[in-house]
């Protein structure tokens, strides 16, 4: 079983940054690919990115590429997502969330088994 909590949205002015944390429980977080999804009002929950159980493997959704940086600190059972250059369209709940490595990145939701309660990114104009 594993828990998680994300931590650091907030209500930020286009072009400004924000660095999400989700912080995991469990002695075996490292065995996880982990992911970040978000959900706008009246929208599917959509893939942001993922990272592999090292770190050493990355996937993003074109529309953060360049801008969004996800990464891990498995001694402090911990991933973020660093978000630049911050769009009004990035406005969204997001989520962070845990699946089993499988030798492979996923960004489908199905493929992600535990995740967070979600923390609001607001950007405005």
């Known amino acids: 079983q594993v828990q998680l909590v994300e931590s650091g949205g907030g209500l930020v002015q286009a072009g400004a940054s924000l660095r999400l944390s989700c912080a995991a429980s469990?002695?075996?977080?490292?065995?996880?690919?982990m992911g970040w999804f978000r959900q706008a009002p009246g929208k599917e929950r959509e893939f942001v990115a993922a990272?592999?159980?090292?770190?050493?493997?990355?996937q993003y959704t074109d529309s953060v590429k360049g801008r969004f940086t996800i990464s891990r600190d498995n001694a402090a059972n911990t991933v973020y997502l660093q978000m630049n250059s911050l769009k009004l369209e990035d406005t969204a709940v997001y989520y962070c969330?845990?699946?089993?490595?499988?030798?492979?990145?996923?960004?489908?939701?199905?493929?992600?088994?535990?995740w967070g309660q979600g923390t609001q990114v607001t950007v405005s104009s």
């Open positions: 990272i592999s159980w090292s770190g050493g493997n990355t």
């Open positions: 969330a845990a699946g089993w490595w499988t030798g492979a990145l996923r960004v489908g939701a199905s493929s992600y088994i535990y």
């Open positions: 469990g002695r075996t977080f490292s065995s996880y690919a």
